[in-house]
């Protein structure tokens, strides 16, 4: 009896669904396990007595020289072996650093853990866009990719609502423990689950010619020259990158300022932060993948007009979440900010990987993720952290003020880029 086609296409696009939300879990513990450091930056501070440039660089350059650099050649693996066999691998690696990083008893044993979580992690992200790009077509591409980047939001709110608590009634070196236990189990549940896909499996048939069988699987520096001649590519790295050096900065010290400048416990920070980052930056980045689903099309250039919009907006609010008297108005302040800054993540993203064939999708992704978190996730709280150690001395009650004012020139940086990349777009469409 022949099977149903509409049927077999019905099973084929829940199980898509159910590899999407199962590659999403894995995202939000990477983005937990990764962010941890931060949330819980107080209590951290005062067993170990390590300074906010020491915080700084734990959670910028210390992390990302081994996450972007070794995301490479796991991204070039990843392109010619089994992703989902690689995925799960590093998904397990980073939850063992994650629980060393509990254990840590001196500073340079954390920095340790810190940088094995790093390579665990390098090996998490890339291999997962390019298993959502075979499972889901270019129009419906944008909106997983989208529901796939829910998993930073979630991640950084669930691990401020528990693990701010279970510090607050426990210690802090439980709640990476216990989460890095998890993630043990999402790894073995990545690969019981997760079939590995046929590349290229939902894109639209196009002719090849001989002459480009050799390009199908480049070398990583054979995907550098290809961003490198293609300045829509460079564009919208360097503007993803500039946003996440604003981005990453805010999020590598929020916790800390709130509780330090503004007055909260963290027993509050659980509560009325958790619930601010979960709601607004996961709404943030569901709409503008929605949206670069519908105008994408007929409007290229909304890969960067959105973004460079929103970000725009974000700057006056952010303003006033640094200048905020009490935390209540802070808070109020940084809903506007945390819910635009995330425009940027999804029409990235997704514009890179519709502009590479299907065996270049990893390492076009990786290439992304090495440029703009060298940039954002190295620079950005190793900038934070060092401008506040450098205030520190003669404004001890509002360093971190003083080092969060300095991000605004690198909001408008973030615009002109998001700007020159939709003029660049609009003129590549209109030729």
Same mark, same amino acid.
């Given at each position: 009896?022949?099977?149903?086609?509409?049927?077999?296409?019905?099973?084929?696009?829940?199980?898509?669904?159910?590899?999407? !939300?199962?590659?999403?879990?894995?995202?939000?513990?990477?983005?937990?396990?990764?962010?941890?450091?931060?949330?819980?930056?107080?209590?951290?501070?005062?067993?170990?007595?390590? +300074?906010?440039?020491?915080?700084?660089?734990?959670?910028?350059?210390?992390?990302?020289?081994?996450?972007?650099?070794?995301?490479?050649?796991?991204?070039?693996?990843?392109?010619?072996?089994?992703?989902?066999?690689?995925?799960?691998?590093?998904? %397990?690696?980073?939850?063992?650093?994650?629980?060393?990083?509990?254990?840590?008893?001196?500073?340079?044993?954390?920095?340790?853990?810190?940088?094995?979580?790093?390579?665990?992690?390098?090996?998490?992200?890339?291999? +997962?866009?390019?298993?959502? +790009?075979?499972?889901?077509?270019?129009?419906?591409?944008? /909106?997983?990719?989208?529901?796939?980047?829910?998993?930073?939001?979630?991640?950084?709110?669930?691990?401020?609502?528990?693990?701010?608590?279970?510090?607050?009634?426990?210690?802090?070196?439980?709640?990476?423990?216990?989460? &890095?236990?998890?993630?043990?189990?999402?790894?073995?549940?990545?690969?019981?689950?997760?079939?590995?896909?046929?590349?290229?499996?939902?894109?639209?048939?196009?002719?090849?010619?001989?002459?480009?069988? &050799?390009?199908?699987?480049? +070398?990583?520096?054979?995907?550098?020259?290809?961003?490198?001649?293609?300045?829509?590519?460079?564009?919208?790295?360097?503007?993803?990158?500039?946003?996440?050096?604003?981005?990453?900065?805010?999020?590598?010290?929020? /916790?800390?300022?709130?509780?330090?400048?503004?007055?909260?416990?963290?027993?509050?920070?659980?509560?009325?932060?958790?619930?601010?980052? &979960?709601?607004?930056?996961?709404?943030?980045?569901?709409?503008?993948?929605?949206?670069?689903?519908?105008?994408?099309?007929?409007?290229?250039?909304?890969?960067?007009?959105?973004?460079?919009?929103?970000?725009?907006?974000?700057?006056?609010?952010?303003?006033?979440?640094?200048? !905020?008297?009490?935390?209540?108005?802070?808070?109020?302040?940084?809903?506007?900010?945390?819910?635009?800054?995330?425009?940027?993540?999804?029409? %990235?993203?997704?514009?890179?990987?519709?502009?590479?064939?299907?065996?270049?999708?990893?390492?076009?992704? %990786?290439?992304?993720?090495?440029?703009?978190?060298?940039?954002?996730?190295?620079?950005?709280?190793?900038?934070?952290? !060092?401008?506040?150690?450098?205030?520190?001395? /003669?404004?001890?009650?509002?360093?971190?003020?003083?080092?969060?004012?300095?991000?605004?020139?690198?909001?408008?940086?973030?615009?002109?880029?998001?700007?020159?990349?939709?003029?660049?777009?609009?003129?590549?469409?209109?030729?």
């Amino acid at each position: 009896m022949a099977t149903d086609p509409q049927a077999r296409d019905t099973r084929e696009a829940r199980y898509a669904s159910i590899v999407l !939300a199962l590659l999403c879990l894995v995202y939000v513990l990477n983005f937990l396990d990764r962010q941890l450091l931060s949330i819980l930056a107080k209590p951290i501070q005062d067993d170990l007595a390590i +300074s906010d440039g020491q915080l700084g660089l734990l959670g910028g350059l210390y992390f990302a020289l081994f996450y972007c650099i070794l995301g490479v050649p796991v991204a070039w693996l990843a392109d010619r072996g089994n992703r989902v066999r690689i995925l799960s691998i590093a998904c %397990a690696l980073w939850s063992a650093a994650t629980i060393a990083c509990g254990m840590a008893q001196t500073y340079p044993q954390l920095a340790l853990a810190r940088i094995s979580v790093a390579i665990g992690e390098a090996g998490g992200v890339p291999p +997962s866009y390019s298993i959502i +790009s075979d499972y889901f077509p270019a129009e419906r591409r944008g /909106t997983a990719l989208a529901l796939f980047n829910l998993g930073p939001p979630i991640g950084q709110a669930l691990g401020v609502a528990f693990g701010a608590k279970i510090a607050s009634a426990y210690d802090w070196r439980l709640a990476f423990i216990l989460l &890095g236990a998890a993630g043990l189990i999402a790894a073995m549940a990545v690969l019981g689950v997760v079939r590995e896909p046929r590349r290229g499996a939902t894109d639209a048939p196009v002719p090849v010619k001989p002459a480009d069988d &050799g390009a199908e699987a480049p +070398s990583f520096w054979g995907a550098m020259r290809m961003f490198a001649a293609r300045p829509t590519l460079v564009l919208v790295a360097l503007a993803a990158g500039a946003t996440q050096f604003v981005t990453y900065a805010t999020m590598g010290f929020t /916790t800390l300022f709130l509780m330090r400048e503004k007055g909260m416990t963290l027993d509050q920070i659980a509560i009325w932060y958790a619930l601010l980052l &979960g709601i607004c930056a996961s709404a943030g980045i569901f709409l503008s993948g929605r949206m670069v689903d519908r105008f994408a099309r007929r409007s290229p250039q909304v890969y960067g007009l959105l973004p460079g919009i929103a970000l725009a907006l974000a700057v006056p609010f952010f303003v006033g979440f640094v200048h !905020a008297p009490s935390w209540p108005i802070a808070l109020a302040f940084l809903a506007v900010p945390t819910f635009l800054n995330y425009f940027y993540l999804t029409p %990235a993203v997704t514009l890179v990987q519709n502009s590479v064939p299907a065996r270049q999708r990893t390492l076009a992704g %990786a290439v992304l993720l090495l440029i703009m978190n060298l940039i954002g996730l190295g620079l950005g709280p190793t900038w934070v952290g !060092a401008v506040s150690d450098w205030f520190r001395p /003669t404004h001890p009650g509002n360093s971190l003020q003083l080092a969060f004012y300095s991000l605004v020139p690198f909001y408008l940086i973030a615009i002109a880029l998001h700007l020159t990349l939709a003029r660049r777009l609009r003129r590549e469409a209109a030729r």
